[in-house]
């Protein structure tokens, strides 16, 4: 082949690509757009490769009492995305000689009745320490902001028992991170507030990202994106602070370490690179953070390590996590093969761990239902009791129930969400939520089930 063949080729193949890469963008594009017309997507997207932005947008509101719109700087609150973050800390403490990851619970706080339990155990979610929320919940004036010191108060007074013996398994646990972000202010002689932004955000010239704690005290950042929650009486998106079932978002907002790292879709690409490139953090240090340190779900063998998940699914391996709170679902995966990172972060709840996964696959060349509008038909009722039965999905159980012409799923809590059909073998969860069930026959009339979950289609095992 000669050199014009080669260059005719090489442009050839050029352009194959961009065009790959430009279809991709656009089903992204389409797919999000769907979300936010069908199903009130609001929220911040930024998806890189090789730590290249491809694609960021803002769909609807930051604030939707003031109709301010979101944009590529609004800062949102993590939740638990902010668990990595409190586990760096650590981590920094570590590499400084500071402490050890050996350390006990008792070393830094004596007057909690927890024995054997060390940082690493906290790390990891193996501690068994016992929920706070229960006892903020049941022992707390829900009239005052508890912060830090006043439930690790609370912990020493009640002395509420520990869930299992550490290092016994694996159970997720705000408490023990509440309890590192204490451990780092007793550590560094510096709140955690301040440590962090000395130590992690302005040395990655993250420069929108910090502790804030809390806006409910007053302090107003500029161009923050309000959390927002549906309410099906008003029929419209509200704050948080109005609805009393959501009244613990007052009195839990002083509590830092398990949440509260405020930040941007941009800031959260730096930071992405940093761990990458093992940047503030050595590597052998950052290989131990991102390796599974504790198996947290058997059904697809996923692991934690310090502050993150990590595993491999059919989009590669991955390291993740997700946040929520009332008003706030948050997702940062990285997809390690590939060097595929993505981004969400939504202020009106929609669900971005599911939103994250059909991107993933539209990224890598899977098949996803874009996202339409659903509309109730009338069906008899042996074809929508038809749908009744339990089934497994991954590691969740879904559990259908028939009763008087209605079709509803039953959570472990007692909740009931109500499907409705949207043909003989198709139905939908009423609300804001992209998540349909659908019956596939046979010809010998031998029957399938699928979940189809924000556009993604998985064979549902009936187990009853």
Known sequence: MNKYACIALLLFLSCESKKHDNDRIALIDQYLKGQQQHFQFNGNVLLAENGEVIYQKSFGMANYYEQRPLNDSSVFELASVSKQFTATGILLLMEQGKLKLTDTLQKFFPELPYKHITLKHMLTHTSGLPAYEDLVDEKWDHNKIAFNGDVIKMLA????????????????SNTAFMLLASIIEKVSGQSFKEFMANQVYQPLGMRHTRIYNTRRSGEVIDNYAYGFVWSDSLSTFVLP????????????????????????ASDLLKWDRAVKNHTLLTKTTTDEMLSPQALSDTTINEYYGYGVFVGENENGKYISHSGGWPGYSTNLSRYVDKDRTIILLSNNNSNAPAIEQALARILSGMPVQMPYQHHEVQVDSISLSAFAGKYRSGGSIINLKFKRDTLYRRFSSGYKQILLPESTTKVFVKGRTDRQIEIEREPDGKASYFLIDHGIKKELSRIQ
């Not at 028992?161 to 290092?167: A, H, T």
């Not at 009195?251 to 949440?259: A, E, L, R, S, V």
């Open 157 to 172: 007074k009640e002395k509420p028992p520990v869930l299992f013996q550490p290092g016994e398994k694996w159970e997720y």
């Open 241 to 264: 602070d109005s609805m009393k079932q959501l009244r613990f978002v007052y009195y839990m907002d002083g509590i830092q370490g398990d949440g509260i790292t405020n930040s941007t």
